[in-house]
């Protein structure tokens, strides 16, 4: 594996963790009516309105961001396999609940969750992967 790709599902991780988190976060009411955007919704199908639980998932992805961003300035292999050890416990449970849950979503909405949330798994493994020496 080049060293390149760990920095890329870094940095794409943690983007997506910015987009998620600070949406959630700052915006909680608007993240369960209208995540991920472009006219889907995958949040509000899923039960009634919770402001806590919303805020505690901005938080979470906000934390893993921070994370990315460090890992993302340190370069280190620690870091990155850090990371990605946080991100596929996560993502594990995450993408577990959403796959027992797909009956409120259309065909498509199904295809783009699962493949979503499969990639940041997969991602988070291409970071445990990261090679000894890390360069940058």
Do not use: Q
């Not at 910015?18 to 889907?40: I, K, T």
């Not at 620690?78 to 416990?89: C, F, Q, T």
């Amino acid at each position: 594996m080049t060293n390149r790709i760990p920095m890329a599902a870094a940095a794409f991780l943690t983007v997506t963790a910015l987009y998620v988190g600070g949406w959630a976060g700052l915006f909680p009411r608007s993240f369960y009516d209208d995540f991920p955007g472009l006219n889907r919704y995958w949040v509000s199908v899923d039960g009634p309105y919770n402001e806590h639980l919303v805020r505690d998932v901005g938080g979470l992805y906000l934390a893993l961001a921070l994370a990315g961003i460090l890992a993302l300035l340190w370069r280190d292999r620690r870091s990155m396999v850090m990371l990605g050890a946080a991100w596929a416990i996560f993502s594990a449970l995450h993408l577990g609940y959403h796959l027992d849950h797909l009956d409120p979503l259309s065909t498509a909405d199904k295809i783009g969750e699962v493949a979503a949330l499969s990639i940041s798994f997969v991602l988070a493994l291409v970071l445990i992967a990261t090679p000894r020496r890390l360069h940058a």
